[in-house]
């Protein structure tokens, strides 16, 4: 049995819905892509002004493309200059170092100015355990001390937390099971259209 | 993405080109992570290392404990100069005693070479050879390696020239198996006696001229003429003045060249023998960025080893 499968059903739960409900199912089309990045960005307008004070930090691997893709559309909303924005890779700070095969391989981090005072919004494509955000904390202390430090994430998968972490700004909500898996898809890196995809593995 | 596979690093050989780019992308990330305000990440929190120096080092030795403290690992350090060894120890028995104390890595030099390789059939920690006899010393060969990518963005068909004491240097071994494995083409150049036959079958081209071996390449990588290792009745060479007027590198002899190669060496040097020490001091060398590399390399190594670890326990 599956790790995430409902104990004593008789059938695993994985296939019955790979039976029933395919390999994929598309759980943010491209146009509410759209409308959902547009409204994180008027959100973190709305909290942060013109962000002469605060700083986008988006989270390697897949949290620096929707970081930047949020610097440019609050540039378009605010009409000023773009806010800073970093990126930030927290593997060498993780918790899981040893129990896996194989270490991660790191990412790089670019941070061209330090966070000493800013309001910091970290930003990561999608909240699932926690822990990720727990090692970008801590790899975020080094490079000084934010005012503040806030959380926006395109898809929070509730239920699933395993540290007490939660996202200020959420893109949209999601109940799944463990055992499947979400997939980000941008336009840009993945190709066809920018979307969401829900696997059942 | 490419994956270190190995449990020990006691050589370049055996090593595929995967492993290679693996610990630079690796050393990559240290090497902006020792150039911030903070230069330490927790990644190795209560693993212990323990460096086991049979045979002297000041740069290898600081640099690998350097590696480790970044990483946040506790280190132990012995050398052989106040232990037991010189009361009769066995190296197995000597390394089991540590092992015992509940050590997780070994780093070690030693004299003989193979005494790694040796070890690694003994016990079961990942060991990591910082240079064994004549035989291998890895890490330099890497950051050598690390450093001329950094500078010339590939090695792909650049020619490398290896310098000097051929014979005693376990450099020249790892950093022939390194170049090769990353596409550089490969020349030793020395005295006859201070270059093995056998070096030929390495695939690397033999050179007894100096002037001639530096028109070649766009490297010299100058390795240290190995004072303590000179046979003691017979001589390689019959002075240093006379290696030194022979294959020394100078001022005049690169001035002489159409394109002037770029300059490593992996230390320590000894002026005015294989170098000339207006050289040493000229700010166009690399010879200090082989040592900030050095660590970020190190890093990259133990943090890719210590990594596997815990594999076997989920």
Redesign the interface.
């Known amino acids: 049995m599956r790790k995430g499968d409902p104990v004593g059903l008789p059938f695993s739960y994985g296939l019955f819905l790979r039976r029933y409900m395919g390999p994929a199912k598309l759980l943010i089309n491209p146009l509410q892509f759209r409308l959902t990045v547009d409204r994180l960005s008027h959100q973190l307008v709305e909290e942060h002004g013109d962000f002469s004070e605060s700083a986008l930090i988006g989270i390697q691997p897949r949290g620096v493309h929707l970081a930047s893709r949020l610097r440019d559309r609050i540039a378009e909303i605010t009409g000023g200059t773009s806010p800073l924005c970093g990126e930030l890779?927290s593997?060498?700070?993780r918790d899981d170092?040893?129990?896996?095969?194989?270490?991660?391989?790191?990412?790089?981090?670019h941070l061209d100015f330090?966070v000493e005072g800013l309001k910091v919004v970290l930003i990561d494509d999608v909240l699932f355990t926690g822990r990720t955000i727990r090692a970008a904390l801590?790899a975020l202390l080094?490079?000084g001390r934010p005012a503040s430090v806030e959380l926006a994430v395109l898809i929070d998968r509730r239920f699933s937390r395993q540290l007490p972490i939660e996202a200020k700004y959420v893109g949209r909500s999601v109940d799944s099971l463990d055992s499947q898996r979400l997939k980000v898809v941008w336009a840009d890196l993945d190709g066809g259209q920018d979307r969401v995809e829900l696997m059942n593995s | 993405?490419?994956?270190?596979s190995h449990q020990h690093l006691l050589g370049i050989r055996g090593l595929d080109r995967n492993d290679v780019e693996?610990i630079f992308?690796?050393a990559?990330?240290f090497k902006?992570?020792i150039n911030?305000?903070?230069r330490k990440?927790?990644?190795l929190r209560d693993?212990t290392v323990a460096n086991l120096f049979f045979e002297n080092s000041t740069r290898t030795r600081l640099s690998f404990e350097l590696a480790e403290k970044r990483?946040s690992a506790d280190v132990v350090n012995f050398s052989s100069a106040s232990s037991s060894v010189k009361k009769g120890e066995t190296l197995a028995d000597t390394v089991r005693n540590i092992l015992a104390m509940k050590v997780d890595m070994v780093v070690m030099r030693h004299p003989h070479p193979g005494a790694a390789h040796y070890l690694a059939e003994k016990i079961d920690v990942p060991i990591i050879n910082a240079g064994d006899g004549t035989h291998e010393h890895p890490t330099q060969a890497l950051l050598d390696c690390f450093t001329l990518r950094e500078r010339l963005g590939t090695l792909e068909g650049k020619k490398v020239c290896i310098f000097g004491d051929i014979r005693h240097s376990r450099v020249a071994l790892s950093n022939v198996r390194c170049l090769q494995l990353l596409g550089a083409e490969v020349m030793v150049c020395g005295p006859v006696p201070l270059i093995p036959r056998h070096f030929g079958s390495l695939g690397v081209k033999v050179e007894h001229h100096m002037d001639a071996a530096l028109e070649w390449c766009d490297v010299a990588n100058v390795l240290r003429i190995q004072l303590e290792r000179q046979g003691s009745e017979v001589p390689f060479f019959p002075s240093l003045e006379e290696y030194h007027a022979q294959f020394g590198l100078t001022s005049e002899r690169l001035e002489r060249l159409s394109s002037a190669p770029l300059i490593l060496h992996p230390g320590p040097m000894n002026r005015g023998v294989e170098i000339a020490s207006e050289l040493a001091d000229r700010g166009d060398s690399i010879i200090l960025e082989q040592v900030e590399n050095g660590v970020a390399v190190r890093m990259a190594v133990l943090?890719?080893l210590?990594?596997?670890?815990?594999?076997s326990?989920?």
Not at chain 1, 97 to 109: H, K
Not at chain 2, 1 to 4: A, D, G, S
């Open positions: 890779d593997t060498f700070f170092f040893r129990r896996r095969d194989q270490p991660l391989q790191a990412a790089r981090t330090t801590d080094v490079h | 993405m490419p994956q270190f693996a992308e690796t990559e990330q902006e992570v911030r305000p903070i990440v927790p990644s693993i990483l943090y890719l210590a990594g596997r670890l815990g594999g326990e989920d």
